[in-house]
């Protein structure tokens, strides 16, 4: 089948231009399955990068295509809908294909409200049901039993269980970083393993404590594919690896550290997520020294014991404290940045300053920088802890093209936090995260 692939882009998110592994991995995983594959990337078109606009590439294409297949989070869920909507009206009478986190979580009001111009949502991994979807949709016989989709069946939503596999499905040579465009990019994306063993109550993973690391061998095998294509970006030679968390197996970790290093790569500036519980590994903390331009960022989220057990993670201020001094002593203090976050559902006044002090004291301490947020609702643990303190909430929320800065919304979604505490909150989270990337410098 002709297939095109869509990555929406959402203007609240961070404008760096990065390539969105999801359609590079998907679009590698249908091409070896014989499909043929274009990709757009939203993103690149808005910001001016393409000799012409989104609407001109896409409605170029897709009288083309067969399918449409659109890969959503929570943040541009909204604006994929809005799309869709354009493209029917427009006359597009192909399959609408919608999967990734948002599409996992919300498959029952998206089937429920908009099957009459979306054909199939997906959940789980491309490899476990795109595929046989789209070769049952290409031989016109039944699809009804493949594992992972939801679709409008007799009126009703009908969902086909699927397991998450084991074992990631690898592809020929990786991403199809043959179609990414030259000199548009800032930074490739690169995996390494996807999910985590962690159940914290705001993250949107579908698959809690759910790890699953790409065979060594394999990850050998398509970085050295992915390393030419580090040319075509714009500027400096940037790698983000996209795993939930790089540093899980902390000896496969410096394993892959070793492998990056004798593939040249020392140099590049590379992007890692981290634990606190990880980063107690002296070994690692050594592979890690050998990259001058890495850059750690580490979930911390509370800052109290208290915190880190309502959001089920298995840290201690004692914990924190330990690693951060660590970190400091073998001078990785520059290269780590941690976040927070403020205004989960369950946090007081007196919460949200305790974080905020606990950011302000590991930076004054150990010269770590921090980002501290305010909390957005996305589906989770926490979002359906906000359900029962909100009962009116539902998915359609993010149906609404700029739910996100909608202040109303922001209000009614910190429920112990008056309108006042809010403004004041967030003032001393501006003040603090401008104060630490102002005076970083005078740590390193």
């Keep these: 089948m002709k297939t095109l692939l869509i990555k929406p882009y959402s203007a609240n998110m961070d404008n760096e231009l990065i390539l969105p592994m999801t359609v590079y991995h998907i679009g590698s995983v249908l091409r070896d399955a014989g499909h043929e594959i274009a990709i757009v990337d939203q993103k690149i078109y808005a910001a001016g990068k393409m000799e012409c606009t989104y609407e001109e590439i896409v409605d170029d294409i897709i009288f083309n295509v067969d399918a449409v297949i659109y890969t959503v ?98 592809t020929k040579n990786g991403p199809a970083y043959d179609l990414m465009p030259d000199g548009v990019y800032e930074s490739i994306t690169y995996e390494c393993s996807r999910g985590c063993f962690g159940r914290c109550s705001f ?10 690391p790409y065979d060594e061998e394999y990850i050998a095998h398509t970085l050295k594919n992915m390393i030419p294509h580090l040319d075509k970006l714009e500027g400096r030679r940037h790698i983000i690896t996209t795993d939930d968390c790089f540093t899980t197996d902390p000896e496969r970790a410096v394993r892959l550290l070793k492998l990056f290093k004798e593939y040249g790569l020392q140099d590049c500036e590379i ?105 957005i609702p996305l589906p989770s643990e926490s979002y359906e802890l906000l359900k029962t303190m909100v009962p009116d909430m539902d998915y359609s929320i993010y149906d609404e093209l700029g739910w996100y800065g909608d202040k109303e919304f922001f209000r009614i979604t910190h429920p112990k936090l008056t309108e006042m505490d809010i403004m004041e909150i967030s003032q001393k989270v501006f003040e603090a995260n401008s104060r630490q990337s102002l005076l970083k410098h005078d740590y390193l």
């Design 73 to 170: 989070n929570t943040f541009d869920w909204c604006v994929a809908l809005d799309d869709i909507r354009r493209i029917r009206q427009n006359g597009y009478e192909g399959r609408v294909i919608v999967g990734g986190v948002h599409a996992a979580l919300a498959y029952t009001h998206i089937v429920k409200n908009f099957s009459g111009i979306i054909d199939f949502v997906m959940v789980g991994d491309a490899e476990t049901n795109l595929v046989p979807l789209l070769a049952h949709l290409e031989e016109e016989t039944d699809y009804s039993l493949v594992p992972g989709i939801a679709f409008l069946k007799d009126g009703k939503v009908k969902f086909n269980v699927c397991q998450i596999q084991k074992e990631l499905a690898i």
């Design 203 to 212: 993250c949107t993973i579908p698959f809690k404590r759910s790890w699953r």
């Design 271 to 375: 992007n890692l997520e981290a634990r606190i519980m990880d980063l107690r590994n002296e070994e690692l903390l050594s592979a890690l020294k050998e990259f001058p331009n890495v850059h750690l960022q580490v979930g911390v989220e509370a800052g109290s014991d208290k915190g880190f057990k309502q959001i089920h993670k298995p840290v201690t201020m004692e914990m924190l404290h330990a690693c951060s001094k660590r970190l400091a002593e073998v001078g990785l203090s520059k290269n780590v940045f941690y976040s927070f976050i403020v205004g989960l559902p369950q946090d007081t006044v007196e919460d949200c300053y305790t974080t905020l002090e606990t950011s302000n004291d590991i930076f004054e301490s150990y010269g770590i920088v921090s980002n501290i947020a305010f909390w």
